[in-house]
């Protein structure tokens, strides 16, 4: 397997709520800056037409990530609309609060939902949008083991792949975390809403950029390959269930990210 177990700092239960929100909020401006909402949308799209589905329900959402934004477009085009629920394994209350009190198709559970089990989830098409590389080899393999034994249809996608030779991205550990660091500084002012923590661990303590550089460096050799992904379903992979790993295309026909998609044969 490719794939790295690196630490990042999102994942520890005791890092600081401020700090995390403040670095989930530059995720959605990458996402933004990416174009990554179109993406998603039209890979959402086409799953729905083949086999419909009235509701999201995202796994891993934390501070909300692009997700409302992409069910916002689905439902200015679609004449059916879908609702999304948002769910984490450590919901952040005033986000949660927030977000249930601003949107209508948009809901944010208050209870801590675990990504591998997913038996007892609302029925709809679940999702990880940027997520799944967080998990540990024997976890990333329970959720994809969850979907296809519980016949969940599951979406899985990642912005950046795990490409480039380890030895080079040690190498060039040094430039990339520089680069990324100076990038918070440009990214933050559109961060929404922008509160005073943001900046005071921004500009003042620049708590944000350190560790925002360094998931961001880290989360490129935790990505799942394609071929670490055949490798974890290659034990119960089955004919009732259908996988497929594809590249994703942006509008233009540009390659962003990848994705994974679970679907039972019956949907």
């Excluded at 477009?73 to 919901?91: A, C, G, R, V, Y």
């Excluded at 209870?111 to 940027?130: C, H």
Aim: hydrophobic content about 40%; glycine content about 4%.
């Amino acid at each position: 397997m490719k794939r790295i177990q690196l630490f990042e700092f999102e994942d520890f239960n005791w890092f600081p709520k401020p700090i995390r929100t403040g670095m989930t909020n530059l995720l959605v401006i990458l996402h933004k800056m990416m174009g990554t909402k179109d993406v998603i949308s039209d890979i959402i799209i086409k799953i729905q037409k083949e086999h419909p589905f009235s509701q999201i329900i995202d796994l891993g959402s934390g501070s909300g990530g692009i997700m409302p934004e992409v069910i916002t477009s689905i439902n200015t085009h679609s004449e059916k609309e879908l609702n999304l629920i948002l769910t984490d394994l450590h919901p952040n209350s005033k986000i949660v609060k927030h977000i249930n009190n601003t949107n209508d198709s948009t809901s944010y559970l208050k209870n801590s939902v675990n990504a591998t089990n997913l038996k007892d989830l609302p029925q709809g098409l679940k999702t990880m949008i940027n997520s799944f590389h967080h998990m540990p080899q024997n976890v990333a393999k329970g959720i994809l083991k969850s979907a296809q034994d519980n016949k969940q249809p599951l979406l899985i996608y990642e912005i950046g792949e795990n490409k480039i030779p380890t030895l080079l991205w040690w190498l060039l550990l040094p430039i990339s975390l520089t680069i990324l660091f100076i990038m918070t500084w440009f990214m933050t002012p559109f961060v929404k809403p922008l509160t005073w923590k943001q900046l005071l661990f921004t500009y003042l303590i620049p708590i944000i950029p350190i560790c925002y550089a360094w998931d961001g460096q880290a989360s490129l050799v935790r990505m799942y390959t394609f071929n670490d992904i055949e490798y974890l379903l290659s034990d119960f992979k089955n004919d009732d269930y259908n996988w497929e790993i594809a590249q994703a295309k942006k509008p233009n026909g540009k390659n962003l990210g990848y994705y994974v998609l679970g679907l039972p044969i019956d949907a």
